[in-house]
T-cell receptor, first 115, second 113 residues
Framework: DTEVTQTPKHLVMGMTNKKSLKCEQH?????MYWYKQKAKKPPELMFV???????INESVPSRFSPECPNSSLLNLHLHALQPEDSALYLC??????????????FGPGTRLTVT | GENVEQHPSTLSVQEGDSAVIKCTYS??????FPWYKQELGKRPQLIID?????GEKKDQRIAVTLNKTAKHFSLHITETQPEDSAVYFC????????????FGTGTSLTVIP
């Protein structure tokens, strides 16, 4: 199975709501990533988990809270978002980097709209 | 940190012609260079990648060349087809960064039938 899955596909939430995005992979990858992507822009890294531990936080506002319950699952908890947070949220996974980089496999994304 | 520049931002070609997209990087320690294709509303998907111990790699109509001295790498698509229309992103990565990718700004390729 070489696929990363994400749920939900679409999410509309108000600025006072709390919601969660979910990501799952069964490729045995020990590195997992959250990205934010605006239309026709490159993915913008938010968080990196390595062996279920948060290794990179790209100064993301605290209204985004990541969680890695186990090696196959990655969550992104959302609270008190702003309209400018509307975007496509992509999850990715890869082998843990050694001397070389490795392909990142992307999920289909969650299209988030904040009203 | 690493800075990746990508040109052109938009590219239109006639079906059957070749397309070339170029990227430059700033960190000489970068050693892995993937290219992703993203169709409208879809996920980015790897189409080809190259490591710094190789100068060129080819997969059917797609090739990537790497010039480490000049710190640039290029994507070459031959015999373009309408289904090649998409946004293409280059990226660079180096050891010791948790496989963090530094993406270029993207090229929107349109193949005109």
């Amino acid at each position: 199975d070489t696929e990363v899955t994400q749920t939900p596909k679409h999410l509309v939430m108000g600025m006072t709501n709390k919601k969660s995005l979910k990501c799952e992979q069964h490729m045995g990858h020990r590195a997992m990533y959250w990205y934010k992507q605006k239309a026709k822009k490159p993915p913008e890294l938010m968080f990196v988990y390595s062996y279920e531990k948060l290794s990179i936080n790209e100064s993301v506002p605290s209204r985004f809270s990541p969680e890695c319950p186990n090696s196959s699952l990655l969550n992104l908890h959302l609270h008190a978002l702003q309209p400018e947070d509307s975007a496509l949220y992509l999850c990715a996974s890869s082998q843990e980097q050694r001397d070389w980089g490795y392909e990142q496999y992307f999920g289909p994304g969650t299209r988030l709209t904040v009203t | 940190g690493e800075n990746v520049e990508q040109h052109p931002s938009t590219l239109s070609v006639q079906e059957g012609d070749s397309a070339v997209i170029k990227c430059t990087y700033s960190d000489s320690a970068s050693n892995y260079f993937p290219w992703y294709k993203q169709e409208l509303g879809k996920r980015p998907q790897l189409i080809i990648d190259i490591r710094s111990n190789v100068g060129e790699k080819k997969d059917q109509r797609i090739a990537v060349t790497l010039n480490k001295t000049a710190k640039h790498f290029s994507l070459h698509i031959t015999e373009t087809q309408p289904e090649d229309s998409a946004v293409y992103f280059c990226a660079a990565s180096r050891a010791g960064t948790g496989n963090q990718f530094y993406f270029g700004t993207g090229t929107s390729l349109t193949v005109i039938p």
